[in-house]
């Protein structure tokens, strides 16, 4: 093995994909994947969806990158259609989700800041969340692991474990700008929140003066069957970070506000050099062409419904690998009995790709655009992967 150029900070398999297509993965000597990772989240679309390929290319021959000392005009375009498509007024663009949910708070803060309340710069958030590895979002988060060895932790967050209503009107107070939660926690194990719970928020935040922000970063761009996944609940932030999917695989993200909320960022206050450039806003544009599409969401809600109930009976046959599934649309986990990472390992072995996150779980994640075959096709994978592993508990049952 030859010693690799590359800081050591991720745990990669040793698979190495030449193209994709679809819900597919290609290695350079032929061996198929099905894909029910998208990337963690990202390839909303599946990989090299022509619509998005013709677009990038066309826009590569144009006109590639100007700064936001100009106008951009597909992010003009963006930005309307996005704002049209949901509660929010204004957007702003960035390139990642750390960046768009850094954007989120510092909008907050400032939001409290000009109405002359500079003390008020406090963000609630929850315990098992992730919200990006910046200095700010690893504080937002809250996670040991995350945190460690990092310097102090930014000041200015408080965390109280999800549901937990008396825990949250106990942390909140003068100095609190904002709440900030995902309407299904994703690295933390494809835990939901009850849309009461994001209903009983939004009363809160009404009541005290207090900023509502979602981080729809993993469950955002139809993932759960809605554009977004707070629309289940019937209520709305005043800020949202978005990311992964929005971009199919370009590298981008944004931050989206009502006009009050987004009213104080105003020239000077926050920029980046490469967000919204025209290479992402095409690409982006091109997304939306096909998540909005007639018919588009609807699908996803029941082939997400479908994938769920043939996830349901493998678990079901199989309670020595796994004990539970959930989510919503196509975010699903399958809780595991047997070490996640034996799952994930296994389901490689079968030439099927999950993502293994928080609490055990794996997440079952693919293209929007996956087919009820090809569903058919993951779960008879995973159902290969599983038995994989009853034979070694058996053989390692006999030995013992
Ligand atoms: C992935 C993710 C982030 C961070 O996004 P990056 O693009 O990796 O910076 C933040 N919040 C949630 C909910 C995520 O899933």
């Known amino acids: ?3 690799t150029a590359l800081f050591g900070n991720y745990a990669r398999s040793s698979l190495e994909f030449d193209h994709g297509e679809g819900v597919w993965l290609v290695t350079n000597d032929g061996r198929r994947f099905l894909d029910c990772g998208s990337g963690i989240a990202v390839n909303s679309v599946g990989h090299c969806h022509p619509h998005l390929v013709q677009t990038l290319k066309s826009q590569a021959e144009k006109l590639w990158h100007v700064s936001n000392l100009h106008r951009v005009p597909d992010q003009e375009r963006l930005g309307r259609r996005l704002a049209e498509a949901t509660f929010a007024d204004k957007v702003m663009f960035c390139n990642s989700g750390a960046e768009a949910m850094e954007a989120a708070i510092k909008t ?22 992730f919200h990006g590895r910046t200095i700010a979002t690893i504080a937002a988060g809250g996670q040991a692991k995350y945190l460690e060895g990092f310097g102090p932790k930014a000041p200015g967050f408080d965390q109280v474990p999800p549901c937990d209503m008396e825990a949250l009107k106990k942390v909140i107070g003068p100095q609190t700008a904002a709440i900030a939660i995902e309407p299904i926690q994703g690295e933390g194990g494809i835990r939901e929140i009850p849309v009461d719970f994001l209903r009983q928020l939004r009363k809160l935040c009404d009541d005290e003066g207090i900023l509502l922000i979602f981080d729809e970063i993993q469950t955002g761009v139809g993932r759960t069957g809605k554009l977004f996944a707070h629309e289940w609940a019937g209520i709305a932030p005043d800020i949202m970070a978005i990311a992964k999917g929005i971009g199919g695989g370009f590298p981008m993200g944004a931050c989206l506000a009502t006009e009050e909320a987004a009213a104080p960022m105003v020239p000077g206050t926050h920029g980046t050099t490469f967000g919204g450039n025209p290479l992402a806003m095409a690409v982006g544009n091109a997304v939306l062409d096909v998540v909005l599409a007639d018919g588009f969401l609807e699908a996803v809600q029941a082939k997400g ?9 493998l678990v079901d046959s199989h309670p020595t690998v796994f004990s539970e599934v959930r989510g919503a649309g196509l975010m699903l986990g399958i809780k595991c009995v047997v070490p996640v990472g034996d799952f994930v390992g296994a389901a490689r072995e079968a030439d099927v790709l999950v993502v293994p996150a928080g609490d055990n779980v794996a997440r079952v994640m693919p293209p929007l655009t996956i087919t009820e075959e090809e569903i058919g096709e993951a779960v008879a994978r995973f159902e290969a992967a599983a038995k994989a592993i009853e034979q070694t508990l058996t053989a390692k049952g006999a030995a013992e």
């Not at 803060?109 to 969340?129: L, N, S």
């Open 1 to 3: 093995m030859s010693a």
């Open 108 to 129: 907050a803060r400032r939001y409290h800041y000009d109405r002359g309340e500079p003390e008020r710069y406090h963000i609630v958030t929850f315990e098992g969340a």
């Open 305 to 313: 419904l479908s994938f769920k109930q043939k996830l349901a009976g």
